[in-house]
């Protein structure tokens, strides 16, 4: 049988904290994604370019190269920054902060064109009726063009969350104490690498299943005033 | 900015950028060796086929390649007597071989969804018009089927290979040096911080739209026959 030398419950601890560092990293992913597609659509030059620049430059790079620069690069710009104003900073990152808002801005970038495309699908007459009867334009935004959209852009979050997960491993790499990096400790401590990794593998596929499930259920739920 | 140091380190860099390529072409070549079996296995009508594919399919897509690179890296150290006395501890104590091993297992899971797509969505017509000619059997399969799957087949596959080659930065964890390896070994030493990874980032953007501008000419040859006159 199956032996865990009491390390079970280190696996458990780092699904929750995998989690966790999943739905914040999904919530600044979908946050940077509505900026983004805000950008694109943008009538301002600016704001078209700086946007154009996200999803191209993001989209280049892999994400460890991206994690890596933000851990070691935003307190070394910051400690830089007071050097030069003549102050003597130390600064450390907190993994767990730079983790998920650096899986969450490269996920932006995806979300950005999952919605460009969900607000291009809601026809324009949604928002003109929405204008006709009087509301104002951020009335009109907020209460017929997001959810509209949201329910377009259902399918490719979801999709856009399954890799986002996955990716959350890589947080391992700068220290916090998630699902990948309790198994290596627990790897370590036992010499039972191969059983902790597979369970850890295991527990990720537990999460995708779990979460097709849910999205399954949340898609009919949103298509629910949709005739077919 | 030190560019001085970026100079200086660039050697080192671009000798990692080779080792990105090799690896990102010897697992692209062997994956899709491998995917097109699979994807067929997968289509299968015969259980003992179909379900396994499946099985390995949905693993290797549900699951972390940081996972699965640990996992095979680090843990076929668990079965070292086992491997060695099967010979083979030499490949796996090679990080190098793990790593290919890995991402050409990744790849060719990915990669087998695409095609087995692209498979199912080959127009019946031109099938039955294959049939009509005679042919059969494999000889459709190479013949017609094969080549308009690969067709359709093309941009996804293009993205899957964009994936793969910003996916081998992850080696580095396993020890090998690739870019990312290269200049995180040359950041811990020096602290050179932006001057390593922006640099290694400028050369993976390179890497990357290059890839894309080149599946893009591929694709406009290759769908030379579907003219559009609008």
Redesign the interface.
Same mark, same amino acid.
């Given at each position: 049988m199956l032996d865990l030398q009491g390390y079970g419950w280190l696996l458990l601890k780092g699904l929750q904290m995998t989690v966790l560092v999943g739905l914040c990293a999904m919530f600044m992913a979908i946050l940077f994604g509505l900026l983004g597609a805000w950008g694109k659509f943008s009538h301002s030059r600016l704001a078209n370019w700086a946007a154009d620049t996200y999803t191209t430059v993001v989209r280049g790079v892999p994400e460890l190269i991206l994690l890596l620069l933000v851990y070691y690069g935003v307190p070394k710009l910051i400690q830089d920054g007071a050097a030069a104003l003549g102050y003597e900073l130390r600064l450390d990152l907190n993994p767990f902060v730079a983790g998920f808002m650096t899986i969450g801005f490269i996920y932006g970038a995806f979300c950005t064109e999952v919605l460009r495309g969900a607000f291009l699908s809601v026809p324009r007459g949604q928002m003109e009726a929405a204008r006709a009867i009087g509301m104002s334009k951020a009335l009109a935004f907020r209460r017929v063009q997001l959810p509209l959209a949201m329910r377009m852009a259902l399918p490719g979050l979801g999709n856009v969350w399954m890799v986002l997960i996955k990716a959350t491993a890589l947080i391992s790499l700068i220290q916090l104490d998630e699902l990948m990096r309790n198994a290596k400790l627990a790897a370590t401590a036992t010499h039972q690498p191969f059983t902790f990794y597979f369970l850890a593998s295991l527990l990720f596929l537990a999460i995708t299943l779990v979460s097709m499930l849910v999205l399954k259920r949340a898609e009919t739920w949103a298509k629910r005033g949709v005739r077919v | 900015m030190n560019w001085e140091l970026i100079g200086e380190s660039l050697p080192k860099l671009l000798a990692g950028t080779g080792v990105t390529v090799q690896l990102t072409l010897f697992s692209l070549a062997i994956g899709l060796l491998l995917a097109v079996p699979l994807a067929l296995a997968r289509l299968s009508h015969n259980p003992l086929l179909k379900y396994p594919t499946a099985g390995f399919v949905? #693993?290797f897509r549900?699951?972390?390649?940081?996972?699965?690179l640990? &996992?095979i890296y *680090? %843990? $076929? %150290?668990?079965?070292r007597d086992v491997l060695s006395d099967m010979g083979l501890w030499t490949y796996f104590r090679n990080a190098w071989f793990c790593a290919v091993l890995t991402l050409t297992l990744n790849t060719a899971a990915y990669t087998a969804e695409i095609f087995r797509g692209a498979i199912q969505a080959v127009p019946r017509g031109e099938i039955e018009a294959g049939k009509a000619f005679g042919m059969s059997g494999w000889l459709l399969f190479r013949r017609v089927t094969l080549p308009k799957a690969f067709r359709i087949a093309l941009p996804a596959y293009g993205n899957e290979v964009v994936f793969l080659l910003? /996916?081998? $930065?992850?080696v $580095?964890?396993i020890t090998v040096i690739d870019l990312?390896g290269a200049?995180?070994l040359i950041?811990s030493k020096t602290?050179a911080? #932006?001057e390593m *990874?922006?640099t /290694?980032?400028v050369l993976? &953007?390179i890497m990357? #739209?290059g890839l894309v501008y080149a599946f893009r000419l591929l694709e406009k040859r290759l769908n030379a026959y579907q003219h559009r006159s609008a």
């Amino acid at each position: 049988m199956l032996d865990l030398q009491g390390y079970g419950w280190l696996l458990l601890k780092g699904l929750q904290m995998t989690v966790l560092v999943g739905l914040c990293a999904m919530f600044m992913a979908i946050l940077f994604g509505l900026l983004g597609a805000w950008g694109k659509f943008s009538h301002s030059r600016l704001a078209n370019w700086a946007a154009d620049t996200y999803t191209t430059v993001v989209r280049g790079v892999p994400e460890l190269i991206l994690l890596l620069l933000v851990y070691y690069g935003v307190p070394k710009l910051i400690q830089d920054g007071a050097a030069a104003l003549g102050y003597e900073l130390r600064l450390d990152l907190n993994p767990f902060v730079a983790g998920f808002m650096t899986i969450g801005f490269i996920y932006g970038a995806f979300c950005t064109e999952v919605l460009r495309g969900a607000f291009l699908s809601v026809p324009r007459g949604q928002m003109e009726a929405a204008r006709a009867i009087g509301m104002s334009k951020a009335l009109a935004f907020r209460r017929v063009q997001l959810p509209l959209a949201m329910r377009m852009a259902l399918p490719g979050l979801g999709n856009v969350w399954m890799v986002l997960i996955k990716a959350t491993a890589l947080i391992s790499l700068i220290q916090l104490d998630e699902l990948m990096r309790n198994a290596k400790l627990a790897a370590t401590a036992t010499h039972q690498p191969f059983t902790f990794y597979f369970l850890a593998s295991l527990l990720f596929l537990a999460i995708t299943l779990v979460s097709m499930l849910v999205l399954k259920r949340a898609e009919t739920w949103a298509k629910r005033g949709v005739r077919v | 900015m030190n560019w001085e140091l970026i100079g200086e380190s660039l050697p080192k860099l671009l000798a990692g950028t080779g080792v990105t390529v090799q690896l990102t072409l010897f697992s692209l070549a062997i994956g899709l060796l491998l995917a097109v079996p699979l994807a067929l296995a997968r289509l299968s009508h015969n259980p003992l086929l179909k379900y396994p594919t499946a099985g390995f399919v949905f #693993y290797f897509r549900g699951t972390p390649l940081l996972v699965q690179l640990f &996992l095979i890296y *680090y %843990g $076929s %150290g668990q079965f070292r007597d086992v491997l060695s006395d099967m010979g083979l501890w030499t490949y796996f104590r090679n990080a190098w071989f793990c790593a290919v091993l890995t991402l050409t297992l990744n790849t060719a899971a990915y990669t087998a969804e695409i095609f087995r797509g692209a498979i199912q969505a080959v127009p019946r017509g031109e099938i039955e018009a294959g049939k009509a000619f005679g042919m059969s059997g494999w000889l459709l399969f190479r013949r017609v089927t094969l080549p308009k799957a690969f067709r359709i087949a093309l941009p996804a596959y293009g993205n899957e290979v964009v994936f793969l080659l910003q /996916a081998t $930065s992850l080696v $580095s964890a396993i020890t090998v040096i690739d870019l990312t390896g290269a200049a995180d070994l040359i950041r811990s030493k020096t602290f050179a911080v #932006y001057e390593m *990874y922006l640099t /290694a980032a400028v050369l993976y &953007l390179i890497m990357t #739209y290059g890839l894309v501008y080149a599946f893009r000419l591929l694709e406009k040859r290759l769908n030379a026959y579907q003219h559009r006159s609008a």
